[in-house]
């Protein structure tokens, strides 16, 4: 049979299971008429099988991208996951993440890209010509972070605050603070509130054809790099490395794979294939959300670090060095190598998975 053949035979059952994927997506499967199911699945494993069939004969890239994208809407619906419990949420984060993100890998490589280079550049040419500190950081901000991490200061709550909400110091001074414990958990959740907020707009901007993403990420690079530079430039080093080095594992990790997940949304937009634009978010979308949930994750971690054992002067500094080399260490394995063990295991979510699942079927076909 020739390719014009096969498209005009199939074509009806492709169109019939677009138009029972629509009905299916406005309401749950399971609420469908069982006759409608059964008639679901079988054409879920027979376009599964004209995908099989058209990418082994190299039938055109289009039509593949087309029957692709069925199959992995198709094969989402009906496997999607049951109501998240305790079970799920240590399933996702210790398998379902890692996994997505190392598949999405090029994306959180040009965010690091975006963030780390002009991160590095700007902490470099501070550091050497700190008069230039004042073209980044406002005059205010930088007394404060003389004052943050001077000879004769601590870090105590009211310092951090003043130093992270520049024009909101003087109403943090006005805070209610308890005892340690009550202080520290009062600043574990403005970490959380803050950082998440810097990595939601990382991921969400991305719905601006990416241009919001690169502009955070750019931005957030350079001002960190040159504040870095600064209080380095002052003397300040070692306080300051010692304070930042174990919930910047977490925080600046963080940062560039939300920011990566922003930019898979703005690619989802630029290049749709096949598809038209909001199905290219449907699809890909699922994917940036998990992988920006992931973030979110890792940045309530940071928050927890940065407000219980950062700032404590009973830890010496080189016990943070230690402490932290080995969160980045961590950082490092949980990403690269999480979830390896059981790929078998490996739930559907992207295209590549629902390829995968068309074999499967293909194989099945075959061995009946």
Known sequence: MNKHKFIQE??????????????????????????????????????????????????????????????????NLFYSAPPANLAGVYHYLAFEFPRLFRANMGYFLTACLLFFLPLGISWCVVQNNPSLASRVIPAEMMSQFDQMYGEDSSLS???????????????????????????????????????????????????LLGIGTVYTLLFNGIYLGAVSGYIISQGNGDRFLSFVISHGSFELTAIAVAGGAGLMLGNALIHPGQRTRFQSLQVRGLEAVQIAGGAAVMLVIAAFIE??????????????????????LIVFIYLGFAGLQSNSQLKPVGNKRQDSAAETDLNRERQA
């Open 10 to 75: 199939r074509r009806p059952h492709w169109k019939r299971f677009e138009a029972l994927l629509e009905n299916a997506s406005r309401k749950s499967i399971s609420k469908l008429p069982t006759k409608e199911i059964s008639n679901y699945s079988q054409l879920l494993r027979e376009v599964s099988h004209d995908l099989a069939t058209i990418r082994s004969r190299g039938w055109g890239q289009d039509l593949i991208s087309y029957l692709n994208d069925l199959v992995a809407r198709g094969h």
């Open 157 to 207: 709550t009211e310092s951090e605050e003043s130093a992270e909400e520049g024009q909101e110091s003087d109403e943090s001074e006005e805070l209610p603070l308890g005892n340690y414990g009550d202080q520290r958990a009062l600043m574990a959740g403005f970490y959380i509130n803050h950082n998440v907020g810097i990595a939601l707009k990382c991921f969400a901007l991305g719905i």
């Open 307 to 328: 407000a219980f054992w950062s700032p404590s002067d009973d830890i010496p500094s080189s016990v943070k060095y230690i402490v932290g080399s080995g969160l980045w």
